[in-house]
């Protein structure tokens, strides 16, 4: 069973720019497939980016596309997500997860950090 734990959310202004972390215990993140999800105040959680276990596909939600990056170190069983030019529409909590599958699929993830609060303020 893999834990995963956010951080680096905070408070930013539009425009600018964050850099969330998800740091993995208890299972190495080098076989599984890992993304970040977002929730905001009244909606449903969303698809953000993702990255296969192989490292060689990512996947970005159309909102996105352009401004955030995910990678990961798996030598570090971290991964990471690079915000920029951000808007009020990405405030929102963000969530970690993890799929230990070969196949990539947005259904997939089973495996939850407890998320970490991106306030963009206009």
């Known amino acids: 069973q893999v834990q995963l734990v956010e951080s680096g959310g905070g408070l930013v202004q539009t425009g600018g720019s964050l850099r969330l972390s998800c740091a993995a215990s208890?299972?190495?993140?080098?076989?599984?497939?890992m993304a970040w999800f977002r929730q905001a105040p009244g909606k449903e959680r969303e698809f953000v980016a993702g990255v296969t276990w192989t490292g060689l596909s990512t996947f970005y939600a159309d909102s996105v596309k352009g401004r955030f990056t995910i990678s990961r170190d798996n030598a570090k069983d971290t991964l990471y997500l690079q915000m920029n030019s951000l808007n009020a529409e990405d405030t929102a909590v963000y969530y970690c997860?993890?799929?230990?599958?070969?196949?990539?699929?947005?259904?997939?993830?089973?495996?939850w950090g407890q998320g970490t609060q991106v306030t963009v303020s206009s």
């Open positions: 997860a993890a799929a230990y599958r070969r196949r990539w699929s947005t259904t997939d993830f089973d495996s």
């Open positions: 208890g299972r190495p993140i080098s076989s599984a497939n």
